[in-house]
């Protein structure tokens, strides 16, 4: 079950973020990938900002910084997330392919496949 998920069924949402700040780094992977609830949006602003003062936190996400506004609701919450991320945080941008897909291709070049007719074996 993932993070938000697992907030979201919390009792008690200051419990929750009492155990993920006992993490000196907490690293968010995929950020952005689906759909947030409202709920959702606002648990993500609840998490940056009581980390943005003293603790480390890595996010990772193949969303352009960009889209993040709209994916975060809007207004009022992607301008408290964005404060803090712009004031706390640093920002790095990496570009050309994705290592995942690099490990693929030198993974299929080491056992011999070959492409044929735009099929790959």
């Known amino acids: 079950m993932n993070l938000w998920k697992r907030l979201s069924k919390a009792e008690k949402k200051s419990e929750a973020l009492k ?45 352009p910084c960009a889209d993040w506004y709209e994916w975060l609701g809007g207004k009022y919450i992607t301008d408290g997330v964005a404060d803090r991320i712009i004031n706390f945080y640093y920002l790095i941008e990496l570009k050309g392919e994705s290592r995942r897909a690099l490990g693929r291709k030198q993974a299929r070049k080491q056992r011999g496949f070959v492409k044929l007719d735009g099929l790959s074996n």
Request: proline fraction near 0%; hydrophobic fraction near 40%; avoid cysteine.
């Open 19 to 63: 155990k993920i700040n006992e993490a000196d780094l907490l690293t968010i992977d995929d950020f952005g990938l689906g759909t947030l609830t409202a709920q959702e949006q606002s648990l993500v602003y609840e998490i940056i900002k009581s980390r943005a003062d003293n603790l480390s936190t890595i996010i990772v996400s193949q969303r």
